[in-house]
Structure formats: C-alpha cells, structure tokens
C-alpha cells in the first residue's frame, strides 16, 4: 500500500497492540500495522498505558474501520486517522485523556481543544498531576 494513497481503506480491526497502535484485517486479508496519527498514548510500563490500550479497544476491537492514510514510520507501520464504527478514533483518545496530542506531528488543531478539555475535567491521565508525556517518557528510559 503507497502511503500516499489519499483513498480510505477499510479493514476488520483484530489486534490492539497499544493505545495508539492497532492491526486490522483488510477485505484481501492483508494484516495492516496502523498507528494513529497525530497523537501519542502512553506506552505499556508507563502510567496508563493499559488503561490506554483498553480504550482503543473498546472503540475500534472487532469493528469495520476506515483508514485515512497520512504516512509510514520508520518502523514500517502505516500512519493513519483512524474511523471505528463511525468514531474518530485519534480523537476519541485525547478527548478521554487516553492520549496527548503529538506536538511533533499534530495537524488537527481540534485535537488541542478536546485535550485542554480532558486536562480541565481531570480524565484519564490527566488525574496525574504528574502526567509525563510518552515521549519524554521513552527518553529518560534511553538515559
């Protein structure tokens, strides 16, 4: 698949392997590697990050999802804004306080309201005073 592709691809969700990376099935039966563009979960150690996990499976786990390709990482995987079942599910996760918008690659600014938002009710991570950005999070694990 081109990661220029602007057409939506549509799949099976069957893996969910963080809270901002899922593997869906598509109709040829062709795993796909997504991680959720835009955003940024905690990852599985840090705080949250089952928690995290959980809610990305709750909205998209066995659901028809609609891939909007915006690139690939370094790791291979395609980077998408994800649809599960009619949700937006890159957004869905910042408005739980389930993720952060990622500052780095953030193109929807909208994703910085529904954040600010999170933080304000105190949601999800956002109940930790001293929530640390996955991001700074694997770095000071590589010091």
């Not at 291979?76 to 949700?87: F, H, I, K, L, S």
């Not at 306080?97 to 953030?106: F, I, Q, S």
């Amino acid at each position: 698949m081109d990661a220029s592709t602007t057409a939506a691809l549509f799949c099976l969700v069957v893996a969910i392997a963080d809270g901002d990376t899922l593997t869906c099935l598509t109709d040829s039966r062709e795993q796909v590697k997504v991680r959720l563009a835009e955003i940024d979960a905690p990852e599985r150690k840090q705080a949250f990050g089952t928690r995290s996990r959980q809610s990305l499976g709750e909205l998209c786990h066995e659901k028809r999802a609609e891939i909007r390709v915006v690139d690939r990482d370094r790791y291979g995987r395609t980077v998408a804004r994800v649809n599960c079942a009619g949700v937006d599910a890159n957004a869905e996760q910042v408005r739980r306080g389930m993720a952060w918008v990622y500052d780095r690659y953030a193109r929807d600014k909208t994703l910085y309201r529904l954040q600010d938002e999170a933080r304000g009710a105190g949601r999800g991570l956002w109940a930790d005073k001293q929530a640390m950005a996955p991001w700074e999070w694997r770095q000071s694990r590589r010091n």
